[in-house]
């Protein structure tokens, strides 16, 4: 897909500024400006440089830029500086903005046109700026582009003046250093400093403000009649390929990503494009992981087994599934795998009762598409060391209680994806018995029990406990008179509210409710909590409910999992619907109606992509990450469950 925006809808700076970009790199580095290429948060910018996933760089900030065409001189960057003042207006100038994969602006100024495009090198920290300008005037034209440099680590902007020098085409600040190849005419210029302002970064209490640092600008003159092209490649080593190799590379590359998608529908083709940026190279296990979300998050593991079937399986991405599965596999310990990596001598943090048993499924879906019995050997010991650690206990009160079933967490842990953690508040404690939790346990251990013959074992201990582990979910988690299930059994008020959780209970591979009670939640989710945009993480009707996201962190943590929006179990919610109407051909255009507004969710916030949250009472603007690897993935899988059912279907193509 091709998403435009014309003048009208660039008419403000608020509005220019409405919607960002995406490039990431396969390594954990990426660049992100808005629509208006200003930079309104602190961990944006065109050169965020890698070392790890999780170990990254603001190294060139942001561009200033100018086009002098003797009349007059104008800006195209746009950009707020110390106090929110609006320094540079280029936004004024820009007749539309594009993104097909990669993004590019055009600009007209007294019959003077500019395009400026941007790619990243996959695999590499590189960033390449084109500029192509056409002057069909009677007199010469001047392109002059200033750098701003940070040399800071990702989120954490320098609050007073770093000194940068320009050295031989290289930039440094102490010993770091960022390599400039340009066709133009590089200039030193005295050292100058800004503050500039973040805008987005405000309406979440996060920093008002970071300090970048100038020393060179590039300038490129068009005479009379003449169009040019100038360049500018920036990395953190040696460059060897022009700015025009890269993009070439960069646009060929985005080609594949659709063409090898798999997928029939543009919107789904579009989030299998999305889906790309979330995987990345781990060197310190030696494979394959995925990132979270950007710009905020690196990998964790519940959010990688989440993610993994939408954004790797469906795209059929066998060889990155297998590499990501063992490169958590390798970090089990005591029957749990990470949570968070280890970096450098950094120990990994292990606080997650989910990953592990959405580690076990995921290797089922893995296995249903591949058939690969020698993986399932290699693996297997992890799945049984995991299995037996839940029953007989482990970390954080990880335990299999007489019933069957798994109980989680203790004072202040974080065990499930409602993990906030406000000082010594935990604002949705879920300590128990969580629902999804045990809909995780019961399937993982069905697939254990299917697995063991490739093992060479015997599944019947497996499938013996997962028969008990059914019955009691069915007696201690179904409420007869509400028709739902229970969030948790902790004994606490918070065990009958109404939240998204039990939606998982209805779309694991393997499940315990029967057909009826599997309709019944469906429904109640939908009355209560379903938005088009996701599904609200609590009742409106809970005195609990918190309808607005955002403010200083602890007013937005308080509201995380309170009621926010969350399109990710969305697409379970799909799932179910499907589900419990049969697979049906007429299911599934009911779905595609509900999906109407995807090509609207994909142009909103960051254009391409899926956010990680929304507010809970009116669901507008995307709020948290601008782009959220489950959202994507889970919505992967329901365009994947929908092309198949209609290809079952004759007469009922993809509208």
Not at 232 to 237: A, C, I, Q
Not at 427 to 439: F, L, Q, S, Y
Request: glycine content about 10%; overall charge negative; hydrophobic content about 40%.
């Amino acid at each position: 897909m091709k998403f435009t925006f014309d003048q009208k809808e660039l008419s403000s700076p608020e509005r220019a500024e409405s919607r960002c970009w995406l490039l990431a790199n396969g390594l954990g580095g990426f660049a992100s400006t808005s629509a208006a290429f200003s930079v309104t948060r602190c961990d944006q910018g065109l050169l965020l440089a890698a070392k790890t996933p999780t170990r990254r760089t603001n190294l060139v900030h942001r561009l200033s830029e100018t086009l002098d065409t003797g009349a007059k001189t104008v800006f195209l960057s746009t950009q707020r500086l110390e106090g929110g003042t609006l320094a540079e207006d280029g936004y004024r100038h820009l007749t539309a903005f594009a993104w097909d994969g990669l993004p590019r602006w055009d600009y007209g100024l007294g019959g003077v046109h500019v395009t400026r495009r941007v790619a990243m090198e996959h695999g590499a920290n590189i960033t390449a700026v084109l500029y192509d300008v056409e002057n069909p005037t009677d007199g010469p034209c001047t392109l002059r582009v200033t750098p701003v440099f940070q040399f800071a680590p990702k989120g954490e902007p320098p609050q007073s003046p770093r000194p940068v020098r320009l050295e031989d085409g290289v930039i440094r600040c102490g010993t770091m250093e960022v390599h400039l190849r340009t066709t133009g005419r590089l200039l030193a210029v005295p050292t100058a400093y800004e503050t500039l302002s973040y805008a987005d970064d405000e309406k979440d209490g996060r920093a008002l403000g970071g300090v970048g640092s100038v020393c060179c600008a590039v300038t490129l003159t068009v005479p009379a009649g003449e169009a040019g092209r100038l360049e500018l490649v920036f990395s953190d080593g040696s460059i060897s390929k022009t700015g025009s190799d890269i993009l070439r590379d960069a646009q060929s590359r985005q080609r594949a990503l659709l063409e090898d998608s798999g997928f029939r529908t543009p919107e789904a083709r579009e989030l299998a494009r999305a889906a790309d940026a979330f995987i990345a190279d781990r060197p310190s296990a030696g494979g394959m992981t995925i990132l979270a979300g950007f710009p905020f998050f690196g990998d964790w593991g519940r959010d990688t087994m989440i993610a993994l079937p939408g954004c790797v399986l469906a795209r059929g991405e066998y060889d990155t599934a297998r590499s990501i599965l063992r490169t958590f596999l390798a970090y089990e310990k005591d029957g749990l795998v990470p949570n968070l990596f280890p970096e450098g001598g950094d120990a990994p943090m292990y606080n997650s009762a989910d990953a592990p048993l959405l580690l076990i499924n995921c290797i089922w879906l893995y296995y249903r598409r591949t058939g690969d019995d020698a993986f399932v050997r290699e693996a297997w010991p992890v799945l049984a060391r995991i299995v037996r650690a839940y029953r007989a206990g482990t970390h954080f009160a990880i335990a299999m209680d007489s019933d069957g079933l798994i109980r989680a967490g203790e004072g202040l842990d974080q065990v499930t994806w409602m993990d906030v953690r406000v000082d010594d508040v935990l604002p949705t404690p879920r300590h128990g018995k969580p629902v999804e939790i045990n809909a995780y346990w019961y399937s993982a251990l069905r697939v254990l029990a299917r697995l063991a013959p490739i093992a060479g074992e015997s599944g019947a201990a497996y499938d013996a406990l997962a028969d008990k582990v059914r019955r009691s979910f069915a007696e201690k988690f179904w409420m007869e008179d509400k028709g739902y299930l229970k969030d948790v059994l902790s004994g606490t008020k918070a065990d009958e509210q109404l939240r998204c959780n039990q939606i998982w209970a209805v779309t694991m591979p393997f499940t315990m409710l029967s057909p009826d009670r599997e309709r019944q939640v469906t429904e109640a989710v939908f009355r209560r909590l379903y938005t088009p945009f996701g599904l609200r993480t609590l009742s409106p009707e809970d005195p609990q409910f918190h309808p607005f996201y955002g403010g200083p962190q602890r007013e937005r943590d308080m509201a995380y999992h309170q009621g926010t929006v969350w399109p990710y179990p969305l697409g379970a919610w799909y799932l179910a619907y499907l589900k419990v109407h049969g697979g049906t051909a007429r299911a599934a255009a009911e779905v595609r109606r509900m999906l109407g507004n995807m090509e609207a969710l994909l142009r909103e916030g960051c254009v391409g992509q899926l956010p990680e949250i929304y507010d809970g009472g009116e669901p507008g603007p995307s709020k948290g990450c601008f782009a959220q690897a489950w959202s994507v993935g889970e919505l992967l899988r329901v365009y994947e469950a929908l092309e198949r059912i209609e290809q079952e279907a004759p007469g009922h193509a993809i509208p």
